[in-house]
């Protein structure tokens, strides 16, 4: 059932892009993906495994729910040990889960303002109050508003060693942005977590 519901995704987003005139070649790349395959068994140690050697992957990680999947599961086997090795290498070292918001745009406005927003990421990395962050993951993703405007935002998984000031990073990224925007401090968000003991991987892959 899960597998037809991203097939189904994948068309519908297929006939869009067709609607769109987007390139007829990724058009039919996207409805053409995991359609057909040959079907095996991998023996390993807990057992039989099933697999499919598809004849057709599309690629398109932004636009295909399997290859989303795939592409999560590739940086969580790249990112989660190295963050883990890096957290137990010395003793007080956390690591953070952080949300960062801007208010939404019109529009027309999306490319432009996700290039100020990770210029603007780099600015406050920079910052004193941000001095104890020794690395950074960083996702953006924009997902569309019932009122027809993109909702920017920045997932990080951060590497501290040291006081974090939680207070003070929020003010930072307030004060470092708002002059971008006509309107209240109501349109930002920062969200804090300590995921120093928590999931790690479900982290990741958030």
């Not at 994948?10 to 058009?27: C, P, Q, T, W, Y």
């Not at 690629?59 to 592409?71: K, V």
């Not at 997932?155 to 207070?167: P, Q, R």
Request: aromatic fraction near 10%; proline fraction near 2%; glycine fraction near 6%.
């Amino acid at each position: 059932k899960r597998y037809e519901d991203r097939r189904r995704i994948e068309a519908a987003i297929a006939d869009k892009l067709e609607r769109e005139n987007f390139d007829d070649e990724l058009v039919e790349s996207l409805r053409s993906c995991r359609k057909h395959g040959d079907l095996g068994a991998l023996q390993e140690e807990g057992g039989t495994r099933k697999i499919i050697m598809w004849h057709h992957k599309c690629g398109q990680n932004r636009f295909c729910p399997d290859e989303a999947r795939e592409e999560q599961m590739r940086l969580a086997e790249r990112y989660v040990p190295a963050i883990e090795s890096w957290h137990k290498a010395r003793r007080g070292r956390q690591v953070q889960y952080v949300v960062l918001t801007w208010p939404n745009v019109p529009a027309g406005e999306l490319a432009e303002m996700k290039r100020k927003m990770f210029k603007h990421l780099a600015r406050w990395l920079k910052l004193k109050c941000c001095r104890a962050v020794k690395g950074c993951l960083a996702v953006q993703e924009d997902p569309l508003g019932r009122d027809g405007r993109w909702n920017l935002h920045i997932n990080l998984i951060l590497l501290v060693e040291g006081f974090f000031d939680w207070s003070a990073a929020r003010a930072a990224w307030f004060q470092a942005t708002r002059h971008l925007f006509d309107q209240e401090l109501r349109g930002f968000q920062v969200y804090f977590r300590d995921i120093t003991r928590g999931n790690l991987a479900r982290a990741v892959l958030e």
